[in-house]
């Protein structure tokens, strides 16, 4: 049972364009979310994270919007830059007490020049 | 943040053998844990590391299988035993750390196993 859904295996957006990533969850437990940046032969780098007390978390050229009502996140990129292509990969846990990440299975951004 | 060292970072090992991962945080830290990204998935948790205690394993994850050590706040390995080419995968050491928004887990850069 995936509780963590990354409907989208693959994404292609133009350079300067808006990349948005879509992530949908089912456990309504979950309360924390991350988002992590994976390049080849390299482990998971933090993005950006927001709790479920808000809508929207912003950091940069990154903005993670949460929809607790249809347990769905995403991740905006603005502007996108070709640095950016890399797998994404959602996440999420109980904020309370359990740090366990749940992961996604990622979708691969890449960023056309 | 925190610096998160593992080693090592790639190895190919005989199907049968055992290989022991390393992973070395420049911070004490309370919790680690221990993923599996086999080829084309996600990100599984194999297990929890608590320093003074036994660590916590998922469901499908056996002690006999995973040995795991936390001798002090900053240290911790994996054991990946009696391997079998099923057992190829990326395995990674993460922490928790506290953030205002609440506990963000970092990871180490990985170390990438091949059974023959």
């Known amino acids: 049972d995936q509780q963590v859904k990354q409907n989208s295996p693959s994404l292609s957006v133009q350079e300067g364009r808006i990349s948005i990533l879509n992530c949908d969850y089912t456990?309504?437990?979950?309360?924390?979310f991350l988002w992590y940046k994976k390049y080849p032969a390299e482990g998971p780098t933090f993005l950006i994270s927001?709790?479920?007390?808000?809508d929207k978390n912003e950091d940069g050229r990154f903005t993670v919007f949460l929809n607790k009502s249809a347990k769905h996140l995403s991740l905006h990129i603005v502007p996108s830059q070709p640095g950016d292509s890399a797998v994404y990969f959602c996440?999420?846990?109980?904020?309370?007490?359990?740090?366990?990440?749940?992961f996604g299975t990622g979708t691969r951004l890449t960023i056309i020049p | 943040s925190a610096v998160i060292s593992q080693k090592p970072s790639r190895d190919i090992c005989q199907r049968g053998t055992s290989l022991t991962i390393q992973c070395q945080v420049d911070?004490?830290?309370?919790?680690m844990f221990w993923y599996r990204q086999q080829p084309g998935q996600s990100l599984t948790l194999i297990a929890t590391?608590?320093?003074?205690?036994?660590?916590?394993?998922e469901s499908g994850f056996v002690i006999d299988k995973f040995p795991i050590s936390r001798p002090n706040l900053t240290f911790s390995t994996l054991t990946v035993s009696n391997m079998s080419p099923e057992d190829s995968s990326i395995y990674l050491c993460?922490?928790?750390?506290?953030?205002?928004?609440?506990?963000?887990?970092?990871f180490g850069e990985g170390s990438w196993l091949t059974v023959v």
């Open positions: 993460s922490v928790s750390l506290d953030s205002s928004a609440g506990n963000t887990i970092y």
């Open positions: 996440a999420a846990s109980a904020i309370f007490g359990n740090e366990k990440l749940t």
């Open positions: 456990n309504s437990m979950f309360d924390y």
């Open positions: 911070s004490q830290v309370t919790m």
């Open positions: 590391a608590n320093q003074g205690s036994e660590a916590t394993y």
């Open positions: 927001i709790s479920s007390i808000k």
